[in-house]
């Protein structure tokens, strides 16, 4: 018996065998370590392949020509750990397009720190104790400065509250620049007239644009020089003008006169509902702006049928107001920009001296002025929006200040400004690009959720799926073959 067991271990067959099945365990080893070498490699190199229609997940040329031009050490932190985020196809997504910026830049870098395990080692990145940092937080660094991201943040939701729109993209080149400026101007909402600074949609359009946000109560304090942007958005009570009050010292109407006059930027939103402000309206009409009574309708060219929801149409020609937007206008089919509740904002003179007036937004010949019972005081064509700008040479070089007023306080809410079915927040980027600094991301668009389909067809899609599936048993067989070809041959 033992010979026969003797025999048979060292039998032609048994070697065969033996060598049959340490092949087999050696190429199914050889196929999980090379799955996982190429699974490292992709996740640390981003080697995936974006094959949507619109190509939702992949960096877009305009983003990528921002970063390049950064040389700054930026960290993206992620307060998770990578398994965790890929197990959710939200973080997932954000953290893919972190993954693909810094797999093309060198100075871009991933970090994860568990903020459960060591909470402390997100205390400096909360600027407030307010602050919460969750394992959801995404926070950009470079150097002493920080911003710290929800995660909701990177994302637009529709009116039924659903993820409709991925707006990573903007939102982490936003804080790239935002970190990495060397200096970031001032957007100051004024504060101290009833003004609405409940939804925070314009604010946050401000602050991802790289200004530094804040408010000011111009009664307290005066306009810092680095401040751009002073934005008076929806006031009930009048700012103060030159009285005995303010003997010995700046009124705020001056303080705002003084801003323009050293190359400031303006933006006022009023609505029907504000009430008479004789010093701010009066200041007003010296850029060549005066707001209207009346509410305006437009039942032809509305989104609601009570035709306050206003459609707009852009303003033509060559005008100040009307290159603002040429961008969106170039558009063969641009999108709908949406004034609701408006007043009509009348235009004083075209040009008197340095300053001239031109509209951004009209409504339709259709429109009409009504009072709050509807009672029809007026019709025709209406401004909704306008610019008015002085120009004034200073050391041979251009200069200007600029005022952009507007009829309606919705214009810029959430309800507009974060749908990009419309066009308000590309208006709002165009005036911060034309108005204010260059340096901002105004060509990263959203993402919608809904276009994520392969831009493939079905055979393609075969083709692809075979090759993926084939290709390493094909290779696995050529190679077995080789070798037992040259062993019967030895």
Not at 93 to 107: I, R
Not at 126 to 139: A, F, L, P, Y
Request: aromatic content about 10%; hydrophobic content about 40%; overall charge negative.
């Amino acid at each position: 018996m033992n010979n026969k067991i003797t025999a048979f271990f060292k039998s032609r067959s048994f070697k065969r065998g033996s060598m049959s099945m340490a092949l087999t365990v050696a190429v199914i080893a050889a196929v999980i370590i090379l799955n996982i070498i190429i699974t490292a490699l992709a996740h640390k190199y981003y080697l995936y392949i974006d094959m949507t229609k619109d190509s939702v997940f992949k960096l877009t040329d305009e983003a990528l020509a921002i970063v390049e031009g950064i040389d700054d050490e930026v960290n993206i932190i992620f307060c998770d750990d990578s398994d965790s985020l890929q197990s959710n196809l939200y973080q997932k997504t954000v953290y893919n397009t972190a993954l693909e910026l810094s797999s093309k830049f060198d100075n871009i870098n991933i970090k994860h720190v568990d903020v459960y395990k060591n909470p402390s080692s997100v205390s400096k990145y909360k600027t407030t104790q307010g602050t919460k940092i969750t394992d959801q937080s995404i926070i950009v660094e470079s150097g002493s400065e920080s911003i710290v991201y929800t995660l909701n943040a990177f994302f637009t939701y529709n009116e039924s509250g659903y993820v409709w729109a991925y707006n990573g993209e903007y939102k982490l080149i936003s804080g790239i620049l935002r970190v990495t400026a060397d200096e970031n101007p001032k957007a100051l909402f004024t504060t101290g007239h009833g003004e609405s600074l409940v939804d925070e949609a314009l604010w946050a359009l401000f602050a991802d644009a790289g200004y530094e946000v804040n408010i000011i109560n111009l009664i307290e304090n005066d306009i810092p020089e680095d401040t751009r942007f002073v934005i008076i958005n929806d006031p009930i009570y009048d700012f103060q003008g030159i009285s005995a009050d303010t003997e010995g010292k700046k009124s705020e109407i001056e303080k705002i006169d003084d801003f323009l006059d050293d190359f400031g930027c303006l933006a006022v939103f009023t609505d029907p509902e504000t009430p008479e402000l004789p010093e701010l309206y009066s200041f007003l009409k010296e850029w060549g702006i005066a707001f209207g009574e009346h509410t305006l309708r437009d039942y032809n060219h509305s989104l609601t049928t009570d035709g306050l929801s206003l459609v707009a149409e852009y303003a033509k020609g060559e005008t100040e107001g009307a290159t603002l937007i040429r961008d969106i206008t170039k558009i063969a089919e641009p999108p709908k920009a949406i004034v609701k509740n408006a007043r009509p904002v009348d235009i004083l003179f075209d040009t008197s001296g340095s300053r001239s007036v031109s509209p951004i937004l009209t409504t339709s010949s259709k429109a009409m002025l009504g009072d709050k019972n509807e009672n029809l005081v007026d019709g025709g064509r209406f401004n909704l929006m306008t610019l008015s700008s002085e120009m004034r040479y200073i050391d041979n070089q251009d200069k200007y200040s600029f005022v952009l007023a507007c009829g309606s306080t919705n214009f810029a809410t959430n309800e507009y400004i974060g749908q990009k079915a419309y066009s308000n927040s590309d208006i709002l980027h165009a005036a911060m690009k034309q108005m204010g600094q260059e340096r901002i991301p105004v060509n990263l668009d959203l993402k919608p959720f809904d276009n994520t389909s392969l831009d493939i067809t079905a055979s393609e899609a075969t083709n692809w799926s075979l090759a993926i599936i084939l290709i390493l048993p094909i290779t696995a067989i050529i190679f077995c073959t080789v070798i037992l070809i040259r062993r019967r041959h030895a």
